[in-house]
């Protein structure tokens, strides 16, 4: 039986940066930086980064399938939070795979995602695995890779059986060609020149590695009906498929003007957008560069669009909050210091005993459900909250993470230290039962009342700034009917 993708997701975060405002506070400096300031990039809120977006785009991808039938999970990123710390061990935590999943991380180059993907679908056995990429690049400012980059993550679950796209062929090179580096401890890329990048880089490793491909599957460019390979570099993609054979108007849209380029998560993302509108027997290449280059080549089964993702690329591009406050987005990102206040300046110590301890409520939000009277709860302890049960040890895990829930009341406060005020939190009730004070994100005042109906998700808490630990937790956000009409 042949292996393939079983489903896709993806994730962009809700804000959309202007490139005209930074090119407006930044002209002064650059003026070449005017010719880029068309359309928007995806920015990430000050509580997001690589595992909280590839818990999103996993959730995206997942839907309802069993998670404890997943056996491996890949995480690929180059803006891992913990250099010593197994990322992907925090993800499958959060998604609540069960502890005998395969945790692997992936990093160091931007096709990490795709050859994340590609170490998946060559590996043994048939029980599924959840491959994840995702990149929240800091970039320096007045820089080009600020205007081109953007945030975000995709996932696909790769495996046998009811498959969307089969895996036709995979070929790829490795090759240290340095088109850009980051070292140890350093926190932006340096770039090399790019007429150098674009005719000793891609254009030579990339149409040599696909024609490999093309031999090795036995089919031609005019085969390819989506060609995906993620380039900042203008037409770049295009003058690859004209040396391969590939037709022109297969060349998929790089979601420049509306996305940026998502880094390691950037291929994977093309790929899920192609898998959007594929066609049953079309052939779609995927092209990841690198220090070298790793190319898939899919084929769309029968089935494609019998599974789809909670909302897909098209559906988080449509998600969107337009963003022109340049200031903010330097702030989140760290690249400014600003003044905080007093009431920042608390020790943010992570006691690791108790996070182990309580890794399944705080990690994987899962609370409780009452064998006797069917009362949910959050945490979940050991008396039942009902007033006329009262059963003690009765208490059943119950994910919370995937259940809808109304404000009963909030607060917007500005006097509690926020990252980007004011703070909003409040109490919500859960539809099915249960209750939870908790944080809010990515609204703001004018956008909630009571009764709005809101989703989890899973966010940044606070950072350790002395001893360098991100803490994780899980807020509130209007839910998808809620958050298009805030949009």
Known sequence: ?????????????????????????????NSALRTQGKGERAMANWDEDSVTMAVAAARDCLGDFARDTIAALHMASTTLPFADRLNAGIVAGALNLAESVAGHDHSATQRAGLSALADALGGSGAAPVLVIAADKRRVKAASPLELSSGDGAAAFLVGEGDIIAELVARANRTVDFVDHYRGDGVAFDYTWEERWIRDEGYSKIVPATVKDLFAKAGVTGADIAHFCMPCTLAKVAGSVAKKTGISETSVRDNLADVCGDTGAAHALAMLAHALEDAKPGEMILVAGFGQ????????????????????????????????????????????????????????????????????????GFVGGKCKVCGTLQFPKTNVCVNPNCNAFHSQE??????????????????????????????????DAGGRIMIDFTDV??????????????????DYDSQRGFTRYFWKATPASSAAAKGA
């Open 1 to 29: 039986m042949s292996k393939g993708i079983l489903r896709h997701g993806a994730y962009v975060p809700m804000r959309r940066l202007q490139r005209k405002a930074i090119v407006a506070a930044n002209g002064w400096f």
């Open 292 to 363: 070298g280059c790793d190319t898939l080549l899919f084929r769309a089964t029968d089935r494609i669009g019998s599974t789809k993702p909670t909302r897909g690329v098209s559906g988080w591009l449509a998600r969107r909050r337009e963003e022109t406050n340049y200031q903010k987005f330097l702030s989140f990102n760290d690249n400014v210091e600003i003044e905080r206040g007093m009431r920042s300046e608390l020790d943010k110590a992570t006691a690791l005993s108790s996070l182990y301890r309580n890794r399944n409520t705080v990690t």
């Open 444 to 461: 703001t005042p004018d956008e909630i009342e009571v009764g709005t109906a809101m989703d989890m998700v899973f966010r940044i808490k």
């Open 397 to 430: 895990p119950h994910p919370f993470a995937d259940m809808e829930g109304r404000i009963m009341s909030y607060t917007a406060d500005n006097l509690t230290y926020s990252a980007d005020p004011p703070a909003c939190y409040g109490m919500v009730q859960f």
